[in-house]
């Protein structure tokens, strides 16, 4: 028992010291881009997000989790607000533009600042976003906006920020609001009915890295100056978080801190050693037993079997594809309503798949779905298909 005191005193001690080593150690930069709003480090958007209030002083801030085609949905009869969303990539389909579309021909705002704004946008309104380009003379940082009534005052910020442009777009439908230092379009508007979509080229502007200085402050300031101050101020969580966040549990809040973690695997080893201490102490002659018989392979055989004597291809098929769909909507959070051109392209982009094997996939379940009986050829290659999409 006097040994068991001092072991655990011993450990007390040890882990007490860690915690207040790991305490007060100086943190590295976090330079990650994550444009979440509760996120403090450089590339978060804390300081924008509290600002809000100040910059839209008779509006309502209201948090959005949902996707953007869900969001403006639910807000079918809304006028007069404004829907900003920052993101490193901002993945605008069809349905997600044309609910939008409707939103903004109301009278209503939507403000994206992104590096890349999906195949569908880039097509729609003839979009292409560039990085760095040099002309020997002046860095293309200088950013200025357009405005002659505005004072002609340039911004610069270091770490390339703002260095990237619109290299394309429609210029028949867009206005441009401000540029590079080289004359390059950054910031434009197109226009909807009675509302306007205004797009950035450099979400890193509106990060706290960025809204901390002065001269970003006043940049940004200038840019929500465009927008109308309406009812309402929609901010886009679900873009850069996802489903992250809606239910932390104490052990991911654990894991999601480096101290916290090494601290909660340091009691784990701790216990475990005791245990086996103890165990070695104290035990006991255990009977020999006899293992227990595995018969998850026979169950297998026994299913198989069945199966094969019925002989219900399509049965097999459906069974297969239901899986598939499923799949596709949890880990690529594509729509699966309907497998269309849109879905295609949507599913290529985010699983990384080639066009090639999506568009087999499609056929073979098209052809499952329309035929009549399914033959084993048939299974067989629609089986082939989907392991080979499944293993990317």
């Known amino acids: ?78 006028t007069n607000s404004t829907y900003l969303l920052l993101a490193g990539s901002a993945y605008i389909d069809r349905n997600d533009f044309k609910r939008m579309q409707a939103y903004m021909e109301r009278g209503n705002t939507v403000f994206i600042a992104a590096y890349n704004f999906g ?47 619109f290299s394309k777009f429609d210029s028949a439908r867009a206005t441009v609001l401000g540029v590079n230092g080289n004359g390059r379009a950054n910031f434009i ?28 402050a006043r940049y940004a300031e200038t840019v929500f100056s465009y927008f109308p101050h309406g009812k309402e101020v929609i901010w886009d969580e679900h873009t850069v978080m996802g489903n992250e966040g ?12 480096p101290p916290l973690r090494n601290a909660y695997y340091i009691t784990l080893v701790a216990m475990l050693l005791f245990v086996l201490f103890e165990m070695k102490r104290r035990q006991r002659i255990i009977p020999i037993a006899d293992p227990m018989k595995n018969a998850t392979t026979e169950f297998v055989q026994v299913v198989g079997q069945v199966y094969y004597h019925q002989r ?25 309503a309907g497998l269309d051109q849109a879905f295609a392209e949507m599913l290529v982009q985010r699983s990384g798949a080639s066009p090639e094997l999506v568009a087999s996939l499609l056929r073979e379940i098209a052809q499952v779905r329309t035929g009549g009986m399914v033959s084993d050829q048939q299974l067989i290659k629609l089986h082939t298909l989907i392991q080979e999409f499944n293993t990317l």
């Open 189 to 216: 508007r197109f226009r909807f009915g009675k509302g306007a979509l205004f797009l950035v080229a450099s979400p890193q502007l509106f990060t706290n890295y960025v809204l901390l200085k002065p001269a970003g």
């Open 246 to 257: 809606k239910d932390v549990s104490p052990l991911r809040f654990i894991s999601a801190n």
């Open 312 to 336: 219900d291809n399509r049965n097999i098929a459906e069974k297969k594809i239901r899986y598939l769909l499923e799949h596709i909507r949890s880990r690529y959070h594509v729509k699966t």
């Open 1 to 78: 028992m006097r040994d068991l005191k001092i072991y655990i005193s011993l450990a007390s001690i040890l882990f007490i010291g860690y915690l207040v080593a790991q305490y007060n150690k100086p943190k590295p930069v976090d330079w990650s881009e994550t444009y979440k709003r509760a996120d403090k480090i450089p590339f978060g958007t804390y300081v924008l997000y509290n600002q809000l209030p100040a910059l839209f002083p008779h509006s309502k801030v209201t948090d959005n989790r949902l996707p953007v085609y869900n969001a403006l949905e639910s807000r079918a009869g809304l």
């Open 119 to 165: 195949q569908f946008l880039d097509r729609q309104l003839k979009l292409k976003t560039t990085g760095i380009v040099f002309d020997g003379v002046r860095k293309p940082n200088g950013l200025r906006f357009t405005d002659k009534r505005l004072p002609a005052r340039r911004y610069r910020f270091d770490k390339q920020i703002g260095w990237q442009f």
